[in-house]
């Protein structure tokens, strides 16, 4: 625009009008509309532009957003809408006082003299909202220095109190100035970049004058005003908070503390200033600025959380042609570790000041958005895998992790963190891990457990299988629990200790099966002692009639038991042996596998001091002790098959039948000592004194069962007592072995029950029949009456026990004895 020719002042002055007028009561555009004409442009096309522009002006001010509305039937607005239209198409002839120009200032007028009250001191022709707002914005955007858009011109306090002269015209005052001014500001801040933190700051203090504002204010305008712009800005900054890990970073966390106080001030004026739910809820004291940063925290690491699966996801992928990549689940925990981490140091400090916990709140959301993922990865498992150890073991040390932030988080908080620690319920995953390595340890014993079962099945307890004489299946089981507490401790968890006493009982289970199943079926002692003939007394016929008659006899009351048992090859005295010699050498083993679990122990990670306390969780409780059992059981089975029924023709069937001096114990001293050079060569030597002894006892006790129970084939008399005490000392001689054999002691033991009895077969029948009395009397007492009770069988042999006496007696050769017997019991000679 050229100079205007002739314009010395802004107080313009109608041609009719002489008098100076105030600007509130001219409509400037027209003014500007009556003042100038083409001529005072440099071209048509400027000055056309120029006139659109004017007319656009009171069209927008009186026309589109009036002070006062109008109504459909104002003739004045009509008008002027025709006059503009009309302009459009052929410009008006303006800075002349023409008709068309009369007519276009008295329709303007009649339009910006309308208000509400009646007043007629000024004309309302840009007070109208949003135009107002608008034009003050524009005006307000002059502050800003046009080579610098960042920047305040200096003249900033001189402009501002020029902009403020516009308040008449446009209808603003003190509130509506400050709020348009934090809009200017904010607006500004935005539109350059955010680059200025000033700017930014400037907003966020405007804005606590606005907050003032709006406690006092009830005007509508204002408030419609009032919301829309807090609105806009509120989506501006809840778009960059509610994400705010991906819009702040060490380049820009410093504004981010202005921007969080511009978003939740804007949100607490629009939420306690202008809801009306706020105030019909304000007793439940809701905590607006909280429940704001509450949601910025949780919505950003949710997304966080989201973009990190995603990185950990394509980290999988792209790692698929390593050796071992990490699965995704672990990858994300220490991604998730680090983004706690990053949380608490840069982001938490700065929300601090609105929320008490934001660390807390930070990490408790983590942890849900975490503990999903592994929750459906622990439904999902089965078995222990290199993978699921790995995720579990990511997954607890995240979780203490993020525990550990919300404690430290919450120590100035009212309720001390509670309410944080309740929304973080534990993940468990050393729980879940423990369940997989107790399935995994459960399936571990029972494949052992059915590989015991498969091949004891196969066992043939062969002696020369190794040099050892065990059974090959018990040094493969033993190799088997070696391997197996090998990858126990290779597995890669923390909890060792607390696990080792659930695979030391599993597999001390499955040891004590491959005993009991080494044992079952070779024979207790009850089952190869002959069942004992029922009491017969003697005759006094020449032994030689009736020795082979009734030889039979005896061997016919064997226990029925001892031809299945021996029915087996496996139950034989060698086979026996081996039986001893493994369950020997599984006890032995024991003792050095429980040291070699106190190492492995010792060189696992998760170990602590007191987990060498406690002694019990890394020994064998079960199998030691049915090892000593069995062993005892087989070695006690094993002599009394060999006494009874390996050699029972030479002991029960054939010593002392028909005449003791012709039929003595040579044989079955012979065949004996060869089964014991047997034993001797097949059982390790440090249980070959316990079967050695075994045998001794079982020969000592077959030996008094033949003197005492022997049936109506065997009868002594008082000289056949020598021939008796003669043989026992040939018997214990051969355990004596000249001083090779058993010690005398253990010899002398075992001996002591058939030393007490001996002596009886030299004591004449009369004294005998005496003590027999007296003692069944001394028994019975006064309940005897008429007859001596007959005394029942103990199998207790003893020279003060009747029973024993009695038997004694039943098998004395002499008249005494036998009448005896007939008078008090009416025993048969014969069974």
Known sequence: MRSMRGIRTWELRDPKDTVGRRTESMVLPLELLQQFKASDFADQEEYEAWQKRNLKMLEAGLLLHPHTPLDNTNTAAQRLRQIIQGAFNKPLETGRNNESMQVLRTTTMALAGRTSDGSLESCHWADGYPLNIRLYEMLLEACFDINDETSIVEEVDELMELIKKTWGILGLNQMLHNLCFTWVLFNRYVATGQVENDLICAADNQLAEVSKDAKITKDLVYSKILNATLTAMLGWTEKRLLAYHETFDNGNIESMQSIVSVGVSAAKILVEDISNEYRRRRKNEVDVTRSRIDTYIRSSLRTAFAQRMEKADSS?????????????????????????????????????????????????????????????????????????????????????????????????????????????????????????????????????????????????????????????????????????????????????????????????????????????????????????????????????????????????????????????????????????????????????????????????????????????????????????????????????????HDLGHALWDS??????????????????????????????????????????????????????????????????????????????DLFWANGDGLPADIIDKFATTARDILPLFRTDTESLIERFRRLTLEAYGSSVKARLPLPPTSGQWNPIEPNTLLRVLCHRNDETASKFLKKTYNLPKKL
């Open 655 to 732: 010593l002392y039948v028909g005449d003791p001096a012709s039929s003595r114990i040579e044989p079955f001293l012979q065949e004996l000592e060869n089964t014991l050079t047997v034993v001797a060569d097949t059982v390790q030597e440090r249980v070959r004194t316990r079967i050695v002894a075994d045998i001794m006892r079982a020969s000592f006790e077959g030996f008094l069962l033949v003197l005492l129970a022997g049936g109506p084939t065997r009868a002594f008399s008082r000289q056949d007592s020598q021939v008796i005490e003669d043989d026992f000392k040939s018997l214990k």
């Open 316 to 644: 999988r992928r792209a790692s698929r042609s390593q050796s071992n990549p990490l699965p995704v689940l672990a990858i994300l925990a220490k991604d998730v570790g680090e983004l706690a981490a990053k949380e608490k140091d840069m982001f938490s400090p700065i929300l601090k000041r609105w929320h008490s916990f934001a660390a807390g709140v930070a990490v408790a959301t983590l942890h849900a958005c975490y503990g999903n993922e592994l929750k459906q990865f622990i439904s999902s498992i089965t078995e222990l895998t290199p993978d699921a150890v790995q995720i579990l073991r990511a997954a607890d040390k995240l979780e203490k992790d993020l525990v550990q932030i919300a404690v430290e988080d919450s120590v100035d908080c009212d309720d001390g963190g509670k309410s944080i620690i309740r929304e973080m319920p534990p993940y468990e995953a050393e729980g879940a891990m423990a369940e997989m390595v107790k399935v995994w340890i459960k399936t571990r014993t029972e494949r052992l457990k059915e590989w015991v079962d498969r091949n004891l099945q196969q066992e043939i307890w062969n002696p020369r299988a190794n040099q050892e004489g065990c059974a090959p299946s018990a040094v493969e089981v033993l190799r088997i629990v070696d391997e197996t507490l090998d990858a126990f401790f290779q597995l890669p968890i923390p909890m060792h200790p607390a696990l080792l006493p659930d695979l030391m009982t599993g597999l001390d289970k499955c040891l004590q099966y491959y005993v009991t199943k080494a044992k079952s079926g070779c024979g207790l002692r009850n089952t190869y002692i002959p069942t004992m003939p029922a009491l017969t007394r003697c005759t006094t016929e020449a032994k030689f009639q009736w020795k082979k008659k009734d030889k039979s006899i005896n061997s016919q009351k064997k226990n029925p038991q001892v031809a299945t048992v021996n029915g087996s090859s496996s139950s034989g005295v060698p086979q026996l042996c081996v039986r001893i010699n493994t369950l020997h050498k599984i006890r032995m083993e024991l003792e050095v596998v429980e040291k070699r679990i106190v190492t492995l122990l010792r060189n696992s990670e998760s170990a602590n001091l007191e987990d060498f306390s406690n002694g019990l969780s890394k020994k064998f409780e079960l199998t030691p002790a049915a090892c000593i059992e069995a062993v005892q059981q087989l070695s006690e089975g094993a002599a009394y098959k060999i006494v009874f």
